[in-house]
Nanobody, 124 residues
Framework: VQLQASGGGLVQAGGSLRLSCTASGRIFSSAIFSWIRQAPGKEREFVAAIRWSGSRTYYADSVKDRFTCSRDNRKNTVYLHMNSLKPEDTAVYYC??????????????????WGQGTLVTVSS
């Protein structure tokens, strides 16, 4: 499975963006897709995750109530809807697909696929 992330860009504080992560290949129902970000000079940070089947989603406290995960199984795509963006949300956002329970892991080796990242810049 290969992941292609897109949708990043420059937005003013308070604005919105939608990131997409499209997977090629077969996705098993037990898969879970995570969004992880890394700001310049900072450590990676878990953002959100969504299971490929069912309705469970998970969010970091820093984005809860502002970001929402969704998916379109027919398009093999997961989305990260980002609202009320803040300058501190500026980062490269990566999507990753895993089959385990550690959807918040920051290690690429814990996922079976890791996308190339898309840059989100929020201006103040």
């Amino acid at each position: 499975v290969q992941l292609q992330a897109s949708g990043g860009g420059l937005v003013q504080a308070g604005g919105s963006l939608r990131l997409s992560c499209t997977a090629s290949g077969r996705i098993f129902s037990s898969a879970i897709f995570s969004w992880i970000r890394q700001a310049p000079g900072k450590e990676r940070e878990f953002v959100a995750a969504i299971r490929w089947s069912g309705s469970r989603t998970y969010y970091a406290d820093s984005v809860k109530d502002r970001f929402t995960c969704s998916r379109d199984n027919r398009k093999n795509t997961v989305y990260l809807h980002m609202n009320s963006l803040k300058p501190e949300d500026t980062a490269v956002y990566y999507c990753a697909a895993g089959s385990g329970s550690d959807y918040a892991s920051l290690r690429e080796s814990d996922y079976f696929s890791w996308g190339q990242g898309t840059l989100v810049t929020v201006s103040s």
